[in-house]
């Protein structure tokens, strides 16, 4: 047997990524690394998301006052040395309500994101490897899913349940859990016909070991990708919730209540809307981006051009 034929029996796909004939491909997941870390676009990204992670973290020890301290002598006072973003209708810090919203926010971005990846991973996985009935009755279920514009069946998830934080995340991971099934099933169609993948059949290799060892590990790519893109929509979908009041509920703060509270002052204190605003947009933007970085780092033909320009 060729050291070829022994890859396809016992090792993962030959994804130069994952696997080769000589074993894991450390260079080449290393010239992958350089590649991204070359792009000033995608690593100026992650250090913002590294920077909001970390105020959302620490933002209940190091936020300047209480999150909910009302001082009404001071309400809509502008940003100043006291209070760098201002202070709302109430009195209260906005800087310190935007900070400790970037900690809700993330939390249910990264909750329902990671609600939707198991269970939407899961069905494209079996329902592209198994095909068949299965296949198409799963398939049809999602279809149905994606008939419905994603906010207004997250709109109709909460309407029905109580709205609060648990509401909205699965609320959010249950409409984003079809795109995940897509994008998985996509993936395990143009594996599974492999020949490792046929040879592992035909040698009686358990299905669960097949998915497991050959399937999963050379679907990740599209999979990861997705993901930064869906925790940015995530981030987008809470606020519009919480927006129309059908999220977090006051009073706790988040980017999209805070937006809903400035409504009514944005003539005489613009700096309520902005703040949050600016909080949403950066955030959502880093993720994308992000992913841009990602998708040319981890598709094999936008890699190929990427470092053929970089030789010219």
Request: glycine share 8%; no cysteine; net charge neutral.
């Amino acid at each position: 047997m060729s050291d070829r034929d022994d890859l396809m029996v016992d090792g993962a796909a030959p994804d130069p990524l994952v696997d080769s004939p000589s074993g894991p491909a450390e260079p080449a997941r290393m010239g992958a690394v350089r590649l991204l870390a070359s792009n000033p676009v995608t690593v100026i990204s992650a250090v913002v998301l590294l920077v909001v992670l970390l105020v959302a973290l620490l933002a209940p020890w190091i936020t300047p006052y209480g999150v909910n301290a009302v001082d009404v002598s001071r309400a809509l006072q502008a940003p100043s040395g006291a209070h760098w973003f201002g202070t709302d209708d109430l009195g209260r810090d906005i800087l310190s309500r935007v900070m400790i919203a970037a900690r809700a926010s993330l939390q249910v971005a990264l909750v329902s994101v990671a609600f939707a990846f198991v269970v939407g991973v899961t069905i494209g996985v079996v329902s592209g490897y198994v095909g068949g009935f299965l296949d198409t009755v799963l398939m049809r279920m999602v279809d149905v899913m994606f008939a419905f514009p994603v906010l207004l069946l997250a709109l109709a998830i909460v309407a029905i349940l109580q709205p609060g934080m648990a509401t909205t995340m699965l609320a959010i991971g249950i409409v984003y859990t079809p795109i995940f099934a897509r994008v998985a099933r996509a993936s395990t169609l143009s594996v599974r016909h492999e020949p490792y993948v046929q040879v592992s059949r035909t040698m009686g290799t358990p299905g669960l070991t097949i998915l497991g060892r050959h399937v999963l590990p050379n679907i990740t790519g599209p999979l990861i990708v997705q993901t930064s893109l869906s925790l940015a929509f995530a981030i987008l979908s809470e606020a519009a919730l919480s927006f129309l009041g059908l999220g977090i509920q006051p009073p706790n703060p988040s980017w999209g209540g805070m937006l809903a509270n400035a409504q009514g002052f944005l003539g005489q204190a613009w700096w309520m809307s902005v703040f949050p605003g600016a909080a949403i947009f950066v955030t959502v933007l880093a993720f994308n981006l992000l992913g841009d970085g990602l998708r040319d780092v981890l598709d094999p033909k936008q890699r190929t051009l990427i470092e053929a320009r970089k030789k010219r």
